[in-house]
């Protein structure tokens, strides 16, 4: 399994970007993908999940109702849109992909990982 996210920058506060993560090597219907995030000295924190198979999503109460996770069965892709963000949105933003269907906010329970992309937000 391959994941490659892309699709961050530097944006100005209030502004949005669109995140996609690419993912390979398996049929993706029985896994669940994620977003997590990282800020420069903090740990790896979740933003957001989706089950591939369902559609159920989950997010961070920090995000919910200014990011939305979605998926295309056909092009294997999972995007992160994120508007009106916020300088605290800051960081590298990675998916993560877990062969199970149930949703999970862990970092621990997932198995594959992107690269991560960086996002960057002025205020």
């Known amino acids: 399994v391959q994941l490659q996210a892309f699709g961050g920058g530097l944006v100005q506060a209030g502004e949005s970007l669109r995140l996609s993560c690419v993912a390979s090597?398996?049929?993706?219907?029985?896994?669940?993908m994620a977003w997590f995030r990282q800020a420069p000295g903090k740990e790896r924190e979740f933003a957001a999940v989706i089950n591939w198979g369902n559609g159920i999503t989950a997010y961070a109460e920090s995000v919910k109702g200014r990011f939305t996770i979605s998926r295309d069965n056909a092009r294997n892709t999972v995007y992160l849109q994120m508007n009106s963000l916020k300088p605290e949105d800051a960081g590298v933003y990675y998916c993560?992909?877990?062969?199970?269907?149930?949703?999970?906010?862990?970092?621990?329970?997932?198995?594959?990982w992107g690269q991560g992309t960086q996002v960057t937000v002025s205020s």
């Open positions: 090597g398996r049929t993706f219907s029985s896994y669940t």
């Open positions: 993560a992909a877990r062969f199970l269907r149930v949703v999970s906010t862990w970092a621990k329970d997932y198995d594959y």
